[in-house]
């Protein structure tokens, strides 16, 4: 009889635990779903908008170029993930949401240029695309009983590799260069959407406090949010079609 209450008992806790876990992975799928919707609709607005170009692109002999605004965005972007990394401790939950709220609508502004280079329908193409092997690759992630930390040394590496690859082509030009950090892009933000998904089941503890487990929810969105947003920019640039 006490054998039988204990696998009982066990039982309840594992119920309990999965229960909790599913609940924290549903806000962090959450937060990271509106924050894309965020950044969908200011890309658009910035895209669509006569005032909004006016600030964010300056004409070329070559075409629309990114403004200084634009730079300043992005320069903006880093230093808001980088803010939250190393604060989101001490800030409340209300706080660090605002800044991701924030964080994607600055994104969104720098991005909008893509609804100018490439055709709507692609756009559209693409984003299903990607929604799918996100949608994947993240459920590999969470049921997979392979442990992938061991792969976080080498996604830190490549993920420095492509920034710097990425720097240098600027200069080079080299659209046989540009072809492999694409192909290297998307393999590492398709690795790493498991990665980080996986991490986020390591993390979460069923005695955080509600606080604790939503900024916990708020980071883990900001990181499949970037997985997201950087697969679907290497997948364009392979299957996007662009405006004549």
């Known amino acids: 009889m006490d054998r039988l209450n204990k696998k009982i008992m066990r039982a309840q806790i594992i119920d309990s635990v999965d229960q909790g876990l599913r609940s924290f992975m549903i806000s962090v799928y959450n937060y990271m779903l509106i924050g894309l919707g965020i950044t969908g609709l200011l890309a658009y607005l910035g895209a669509t908008t006569p005032a909004l170009q006016q600030i964010l692109f300056t004409v070329t002999p070559a075409g629309l170029a990114p403004s200084g605004v634009t730079w300043l965005l992005f320069f903006a972007q880093i230093g808001m993930v980088f803010f939250l990394s190393f604060r989101i401790q001490s800030l409340q939950p209300s706080t660090a949401q605002l800044l991701f709220w924030t964080y994607a609508a600055l994104m969104g502004l720098s991005l909008s240029s893509i609804f100018l280079v490439y055709t709507g329908a692609s756009l559209f193409r693409v984003f299903l695309i990607t929604s799918g092997a996100f949608g994947a690759l993240s459920l590999y992630g969470y049921t997979t009983n392979r442990d992938l930390s061991g792969m976080a040394s080498f996604f830190f590496m490549a993920l420095i590799g492509l920034v710097l690859?990425?720097?240098?082509?600027?200069?080079?030009?080299?659209?046989?260069?540009?072809?492999?950090?694409?192909?290297?892009?998307?393999?590492?933000?398709?690795?790493?959407?498991?990665?980080?998904?996986?991490?986020?089941?390591?993390?979460?503890?069923?005695?955080?406090?509600?606080?604790?487990?939503?900024?916990?929810?708020?980071?883990?969105?900001?990181?499949?949010?970037?997985?997201?947003?950087?697969?679907?920019?290497?997948?364009?640039?392979?299957?996007?079609?662009?405006?004549?």
């Open 165 to 244: 690859a990425s720097l240098v082509n600027i200069f080079l030009k080299s659209s046989a260069f540009e072809f492999a950090i694409s192909v290297i892009g998307v393999l590492l933000f398709a690795g790493l959407t498991a990665y980080d998904t996986q991490q986020l089941k390591a993390i979460y503890y069923e005695g955080d406090s509600s606080d604790t487990a939503a900024k916990k929810a708020i980071m883990g969105a900001l990181k499949l949010y970037l997985d997201f947003v950087n697969l679907f920019l290497y997948l364009l640039r392979f299957l996007g079609d662009r405006r004549q």
